[in-house]
């Protein structure tokens, strides 16, 4: 098992920046790979972006060039540093796993926090 907690979430005005912290506990060597999504209101949940074991990073097209996924291993925390916030990154942001242990892959997800770009 592998426990997600996110903080940082907050109000900022278009233009700011603020960082998400996930706090990693649990089954941490059996993960492969995480990231963060995001659900606004009345849309789908979306990837935002991911970090795989090896360092491999993606992001969605929308963040590319504001966002940045980062992880220290030794805090046992992933990051997501987010720069030049729009009204349109608002959102519900979650902390997300997949777990591999032998062939079992398994998902986790934070509680989510909250991000509101508005002035």
């Known amino acids: 098992q592998v426990q997600l907690v996110e903080s940082g979430g907050g109000l900022v005005q278009p233009g700011g920046s603020l960082r998400l912290s996930c706090a990693v506990s649990g089954s941490i060597n059996s993960i492969v790979v995480m990231g963060w999504y995001r659900q606004a209101p009345g849309k789908q949940r979306e990837s935002v972006t991911t970090i795989t074991r090896g360092g491999m990073t993606n992001y969605a097209d929308s963040v590319k060039g504001r966002f940045t996924i980062s992880r220290d291993n030794a805090k046992n925390t992933m990051y997501l540093q987010m720069n030049r916030l729009k009204p349109e990154d608002t959102a519900v942001y979650f902390c997300?796993?997949?777990?591999?242990?032998?062939?079992?892959?398994?998902?986790?997800w934070g509680q989510g926090t909250q991000v509101t770009v508005s002035s």
């Open positions: 997300t796993a997949v777990g591999l242990i032998g062939t079992t892959m398994t998902g986790y």
